[in-house]
């Protein structure tokens, strides 16, 4: 059901905002009518094999707008909004015997893999996980390590059916259980932000979704329920997210820290001088650093 589809990943998006992760003008919403062709490149979607279910699909769904930069090895979402394929191009390469995959590489697997026409990657990331939808069944495959994996799969099935390696989550119970995990904490979305120390050097904080037993999401989870998470209708979204940007930073700062001295402690163990020198330098520019207060420039998400 593309509506249902639909509706669970633009639920998946405005709670996000909600977190303050992002603005909520990052979301992009199609007009009533969709996302036109030529927008979402039609034409070289069908030269790939999407079949038309999948491109009805990407033609209804929202997506992030550009400004929204996460460089983290995360899971990403994948947007096929003004991508602008050379349509000709492409299809001279397929004459010539390329695959698709080489083309347009929004799936996970090999070039060569044959994929329905059904399937459709909506997120990517070394990181994180793709989300492999089968329009066809109705099933969500998240391809990454972790509980989805399964174990007890024919190996021999794998050769032509990758996404085997996962199991198949139906989309609703996939989009729900994603749901349950931010609005009960167990994971954190936290904003990107940039940040000024008092020597003016500017320090660029990326977005990222950790565990809630991580470091950072440990030092943030209280600010959270503090400011009335999940309650949307009393939670306090600015004062919680400026709250959450600062003591994130003293996290990093203090992870900072640590990596220093653990270093100088690999460089002993080696004998290595010149870094033993550099690093104790740096641990000491990082402490003087750490124990200066941080003036922010900007507070929250982009």
Known sequence: NLTTLTRLLTRHYTTLSSTGYMSPTCILYPPSSGW???RISA???????????VITLLKHIPYLAPKLQIWSDETCPISYLDKNHDVEVMARELARGRKWGALCPFMPFDEETDVPGGMVCLTEGDGGSWWVVDTDAGVVYPY??????DYDVDESLLVTAP??????????????????????LEVVALPGFVRERKGGVKVEIEHEVCPAGYPEGKAVKSIFLEDGWPDLARFRREECVAAVN?????????????WCEESIRDAEKTGDGMMKEWKVRELGER????????????VGGL
């Open 36 to 38: 036109s062709d030529t």
């Open 43 to 53: 034409s070289a979607l069908r030269l790939t094999g999407r079949n038309e279910t």
């Open 144 to 149: 990454a390590w972790g509980e989805y994996w």
């Open 163 to 184: 996404w085997l390696r996962y199991k198949a989550v139906g989309i609703e119970a996939f989009f729900d259980r994603l749901q349950e995990g931010l609005l009960g």
């Open 246 to 258: 600062r003591a994130r930073a003293r996290v990093l700062d203090r992870r900072a820290i640590r």
């Open 287 to 298: 402490k003087v650093e750490y124990e200066r207060e941080w003036e922010e420039v900007a």
